[in-house]
Structure formats: C-alpha cells, structure tokens
C-alpha cells in the first residue's frame, strides 16, 4: 500500500554499513593486490648467501642496483658512475637517517661491486647494507 505515517513509527533512524563495509573490503583487495607489485627500483638477481642478518626493505634506506645490462639504479632512477655519488648525496640530505641499501647482480664480478664499495667509502658514506639472497 503506502508509507507509514505518524507518530509511531517515524523516520527510520538507524544507519545501513553494508555499503560502508563492502566498499572497504574492495579496497582492501585492491590494496592486497597492488602492494607486492610496487618495487622499491629495478629488480635484480641477488647473490645467495648462507649467513644473513633478515631486514626488510621498507624505505629504510637509500637503494643503489647494479645490474650487468642495465647499468646503475639509485632508487630505481638510472644513474652513471659520474654522477652517482652526486644523486645519493642528494637523497642523504633529504633523508639523513636512511643509510645505503646496495643490491648487486649475481652475474657481476667481486671487482665490479668492491669499485663501487671504494667509490661510495672513499666519499664518507660508511653506513653501507649489501642484499643477499638467503640459502
């Protein structure tokens, strides 16, 4: 027939959160699916190793990637052995608490990775994490 009117029902007062919680499930799918596909840089073959301190790379620190095709990746911006020290200088200043976070490929020679361990010492920057795959 036709709505209620009067005193004895009123307005309904009462909030609906379905819609409320449906849309916060898709964004929670979303986000679960879209998060593991977010790269802190440029993916790289890691050497493995059998002795490891665990640490996750959150933004923590300030990413350098050699790849043996690609060349050179400071927070997945290409880079080249010029101005390398110039671009993690600048994001040191910006974020002074981070430290440096060098992730090599697994097909570089030990002489690759030691000639940019020296360049990056011999400019102060001591505070250096190399990633290894684990074992």
Known sequence: MGA???????PMSDINVTPLIDVVLVLLVVFMVVTP??????????????QSAKAKD???????????????????????IDNLIDVIQSN?????????????DRNLTY????SALDLI???????????????
């Open 4 to 10: 209620k009117l009067g005193s004895d029902g009123g």
């Open 37 to 50: 596909m977010i790269a802190s840089d440029t993916p790289v073959e890691l050497p493995q190793s059998t």
């Open 58 to 80: 959150v933004g923590d620190h300030v990413t350098i990637t050699m790849t043996k095709e690609e060349g050179w990746f400071v927070e997945g911006d290409e880079v080249t």
């Open 92 to 104: 040191l200043n910006e974020h002074p608490e981070r430290s440096l976070l060098l992730k090599a």
């Open 111 to 114: 002489g690759e990775v030691r």
């Open 121 to 135: 010492a011999e400019n102060r920057m001591t505070h250096v994490f190399v990633a290894v795959d684990q074992e």
